[in-house]
């Protein structure tokens, strides 16, 4: 048997690269397939993010309030006010309504997101939900939304194209702290 070290060399190297090769292909087969079937829903995925979801689940909705809430002092809450219209100045002037009611303006700034339908929308974290319908209190149609997000208890109040006014001056002198607060007829139980 006539062997050329040369020859046998090749084809060691052939059965190495076919072996790698296919083994990557093979492998590259399996993982699409397995994509596909993930893709297509047959097979559940194996990493289920379920704690997104559930912030997400509890973010923007009309959160209800333990029975036997009351109002809180207006001196008690901190806010930040964003214009959401096109109208220049607005968030500085109802900012300076909000002053003149006790309440802490923290920020005056326009707001990066979309245009709300309502005319104020009050954002709040779960523990903020006092402060937030104290000052529902004080605008006409106002809607109060849990932030999932929120940290601390400052409210951010967004002002649309619709906004009007505040409440009248008397009936801004009848609202103080103390007072039994009403949960909105759409607000939903959100667990903390």
Known sequence: MNTNPRLSYQRRLQQRQTVVFGSMALVLALLMLLGLL???????????????????????????MPEGTLSVENSSITANVYNASNRTGLAGSVAGSLTEQGITISDEL??????????VVIYAAQSAL???YTVARLFPEAVV???????TEVLD?????SYTNLLPAEELAALAGGQELTNPENCVVVER
Request: include cysteine; hydrophobic fraction near 35%; proline fraction near 12%.
């Open 130 to 132: 006092p402060q937030a």
């Open 38 to 64: 993930w893709f297509s829903g047959i097979l559940p995925i194996p990493f289920n993010r379920d704690f997104t979801a559930s912030e997400e689940e509890q973010g923007n909705v009309v959160p209800c």
């Open 145 to 151: 939304l849990l932030d999932g997000t929120a940290t």
């Open 110 to 119: 326009n707001w990066g997101g979309t245009e709300p339908a309502e005319p």
């Open 157 to 161: 109040i967004v002002l649309s194209s």
